[in-house]
């Protein structure tokens, strides 16, 4: 089941914040957090973990709302290097573990 | 530099034939993922194997197949090629299942084009 994340794009000043939401219709275990830049592959952000737990190497936050089914990335006075494709991927209670599904992705455009 | 190596990078073929894209896996990954990225698409999950092992399958067509090998490395062959299969493709590693705390460590992709 794709998660569905919101907004499809969002267009920044350098400075600004932003939130990207992800939903799923059905109870999760974890979430997922990946950005693409054009033309690269995507680079892992963080991980929400049912319960709770969190991993991550960017200054990025993240929230989990396990009774929601729901997850939000707040981007903090971006930078221009925040552009890019943003993709929560999660995996569902009830499935295999290792179906890690993605959404269509948020476009963020940082401006100067 | 993720560590994990896809080949080739570009491939350019004909609809109605087949090809296989390989990757290595980072070192001591036992997971590896292979995901479909078409133009302003997401990343379709295709299929996942850990150990040797298929562990989870997506929307993979019938004419694609993938096995992974037991020097970890992987490869997915796709057949009867349409014009409709051009695409990135993507294969990834992780230690472990992604359920867990597996970071999933992408490599920079096959670019494959049907005419």
């Known amino acids: 089941q794709q998660p569905v994340q919101s907004p499809q794009a969002v267009i920044l000043r350098e400075g600004e914040d932003a939130v990207i939401n992800c939903s799923s219709s059905k109870a999760l275990y974890s979430v997922h957090w990946y950005r693409q830049k054009h033309g690269e592959a995507p680079v892992f952000l963080m991980i929400?973990?049912?319960?709770?737990e969190q991993k991550g190497h960017e200054k990025i936050s993240a929230s989990f709302n396990e009774k929601k089914q729901q997850s939000s990335l707040y981007l903090t006075a971006s930078q221009l290097s925040y552009s890019g494709t943003y993709f929560c991927g999660t995996v569902n209670y009830g499935g295999s573990q290792g179906n890690l599904i993605f959404g269509k992705g948020t476009k963020l455009s940082v401006k100067p | 530099d993720s560590g994990v190596t896809q080949t080739p990078k570009h491939l350019i073929t004909a609809t109605g034939q087949r090809v296989t894209l390989r990757c290595s896996p980072r070192?001591?990954?036992?997971?590896v993922y292979w995901y479909q990225q078409s133009l302003d698409q997401g990343l379709q999950f295709l299929i996942q194997?850990?150990?040797?092992?298929?562990?989870a399958k997506g929307n993979i067509l019938e004419r694609f197949s993938a096995q992974q090998f037991p020097d970890l490395h992987s490869e997915l062959n796709l057949s009867s090629l349409e014009l409709g299969d051009s695409a990135l493709y993507f294969c990834a590693s992780s230690a472990g299942l992604a359920g867990g705390t597996g970071e999933l460590f992408f490599g920079e992709g096959s670019r494959l084009t049907v005419l």
């Open positions: 194997y850990y150990n040797g092992e298929e562990r």
């Open positions: 929400l973990l049912k319960g709770g």
């Open positions: 070192s001591g990954d036992l997971s």
